[in-house]
């Protein structure tokens, strides 16, 4: 039987009422997620064996969200991203003839939202079940002028868990304002229970090209093709075989259209193998340079290429690139993406 449960953990410092909700289906796997940030804080599997994986970093407590060390370090641990997902250029854009200046908050540029994105937002519960699943449903309201964007933009997102151990979650949003948005979900995954690095990890990624970044990660309009590169993951392969292991992966992929599966990693060691499935054209690979050392859950200690993102989204800088597809949103339309994390048990060898 699916189920959901919800636990008010912590009060905000402005008074708001911050929950732990767990989604739980039959297979024993629970999935736990606070409405501050909409952040999942655990992913965990019941094995075979009775065992229980937890293929997410994060920490054992809703408060450690808001510590000083986590603050100053900052990785964005299975948060919510928004109203913008990854780089844009200078932090500005024009639109409709008017130009708007974002919050720069990395180096020169504008990344995952501004200085409080929708990461550090506390979100409102407005809907819960546990049928035809475990299910959750948060929104948030963005003023007019938040981090500089134009127009008011209420965002909901509902996570799911089914019976087959597929974790989805859906964004959908309206605007009042013509503005742009890419919403997506930054969880960090670690499938040996946040134990070791992922240069082990055997990857697919099916994509042939990517997408070219200056040497501030700001996308620059070229798609460059993977083939003969280290970023062809179109055949599965170790993390590690081709990289540069000071640096690791921190680029974006134009997914390939109809194909059976867009993305897919696993770990020999545990047996996990994790599928993504998107409605979204492009998934961001990121192997965690920049993250740690930082104490997670278990006193694990987390660091460079303790986990990976496959953060799936819209082209990053779109509004600065002509030739990219559409991010604006206007009045009257809705947007709405879904993402689907598919867990298997891989047979015993």
């Given at each position: 039987m699916d189920l959901l449960t919800q636990k008010r953990v912590l009060i905000s410092s402005a008074g708001e009422d911050i929950y732990?909700?767990?989604?739980?289906?039959?297979?024993?796997?629970?999935?736990?997620?606070?409405?501050?940030?909409?952040?999942?804080?655990?992913?965990?599997?019941?094995?075979?064996?009775?065992?229980?994986?937890?293929?997410?970093?994060?920490?054992?407590?809703?408060?450690?969200?808001?510590?000083?060390?986590?603050?100053?370090?900052?990785?964005?641990?299975?948060?919510v991203i928004g109203r913008y997902g990854n780089r844009i250029g200078h932090g500005i854009f024009t639109l409709d003839g008017k130009t708007y200046e974002l919050a720069r908050n990395n180096a020169n540029d504008h990344l995952h939202g501004g200085l409080e994105g929708f990461d550090k937002k506390i979100w409102r519960l407005t809907g819960s079940g546990s049928t035809p699943h475990a299910w959750v449903e948060l929104s948030y309201s963005s003023p007019d002028g938040e981090e500089g964007y134009p127009g008011t933009l209420h965002t909901s997102i509902r996570f799911e868990l089914n019976a087959a151990n597929e974790l989805s979650y859906a964004f959908t949003a309206t605007c009042d304002a013509p503005t742009i948005v890419n919403l997506t979900h930054h969880s960090y995954f670690n499938l040996n229970g946040g134990r070791g690095t992922v240069a082990d990890y055997k990857l697919q990624i099916a994509a042939s090209y990517w997408l070219q970044q200056n040497d501030n990660f700001v996308t620059t309009g070229r798609l460059l093709p993977v083939a003969d590169t280290p970023l062809d993951f179109r055949t599965p392969h170790r993390v590690g075989e081709r990289w540069d292991p000071e640096h690791g992966y921190d680029q974006s992929f134009v997914l390939d259209e109809a194909v059976a599966v867009p993305a897919a990693v696993e770990s020999e060691e545990s047996g996990i193998r994790l599928e993504v499935y998107t409605t979204e054209p492009v998934v961001h690979l990121y192997t965690a340079r920049w993250l740690g050392p930082l104490t997670g859950k278990g006193g694990q200690v987390y660091g460079s290429s303790s986990a990976l993102c496959l953060e799936t989204q819209k082209h990053p800088n779109a509004i600065n690139v002509p030739h990219f597809p559409n991010t604006i949103l206007r009045p009257g339309e809705t947007y709405h993406t879904r993402t689907t994390y598919r867990v298997l048990e891989m047979p015993e060898k």
């Open positions: 732990l909700f767990t989604l739980c289906n039959a297979n024993g796997t629970e999935v736990c997620i606070t409405n501050y940030g909409a952040i999942i804080t655990a992913f965990r599997i019941r094995m075979r064996n009775g065992s229980v994986n937890d293929i997410v970093l994060g920490f054992d407590d809703v408060e450690s969200y808001f510590s000083p060390a986590y603050l100053s370090a900052y990785p964005y641990l299975g948060a």
